[in-house]
């Protein structure tokens, strides 16, 4: 009895750990592999943006996934094989950034579902109303 609780509580702790490691690597490799063009924040300088904000994204994707299994598989089949039918960005946004370079040998599926689960969870962050629009406008929309 005293044993089985003693097993129980470790494995608790144990998936507690990983869990934990899991998140902070998501993070650690969106770092690494996409936030050279996604910016993590608002844009200061737009003229040296490569590719919409990782708010900005996100915020799309929910828009058109709001379900997270159906919005991570989406975003691991595109970073692999992005094609302009399948965006779900602005039309405008391809036009200014082009597509997105396939990211193929870059990254691997299962950091993708990790790094998209992440950017699911975190992003857009609950202040935010959207780029470029003025303070108070469109209220509630998208999110
Ligand atoms: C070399 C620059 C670059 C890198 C690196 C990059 N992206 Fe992108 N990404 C873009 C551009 C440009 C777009 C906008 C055009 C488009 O949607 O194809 C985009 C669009 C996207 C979209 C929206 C797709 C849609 O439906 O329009 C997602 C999701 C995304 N990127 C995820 C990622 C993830 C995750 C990584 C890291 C593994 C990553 N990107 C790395 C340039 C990049």
Not at 18 to 33: I, M, N, P, R, Y
Not at 90 to 99: A, C, D
Not at 118 to 132: K, L, Q, S, V, Y
Request: proline content about 6%; hydrophobic content about 40%.
């Amino acid at each position: 009895m005293k044993l089985k609780t003693t097993l129980f509580t470790l494995g608790i702790i144990v998936a507690l750990t990983s869990w934990v490691q899991a998140t902070e690597t998501a993070e650690g490799l969106f770092d690494a592999k996409c936030a050279m063009c996604h910016t993590k924040t608002r844009p200061t300088d737009m003229s040296k943006v490569l590719a919409p904000a990782l708010m900005g994204v996100m915020r799309h994707i929910k828009m058109s996934y709001p379900n997270k299994d159906e919005a991570v598989k989406f975003m691991v089949d595109y970073v692999l094989d992005p094609q302009k039918k399948k965006a779900i960005c602005m039309p405008q946004k391809i036009e200014r950034f082009g597509l997105m370079p396939s990211q193929k040998g870059n990254v691997t599926e299962a950091e993708l579902t990790k790094i998209t689960s992440w950017m699911f969870d975190n992003f857009p962050p609950a202040d935010f109303r959207g780029m470029g629009q003025r303070r108070g406008q469109r209220r509630g929309q998208g999110r």
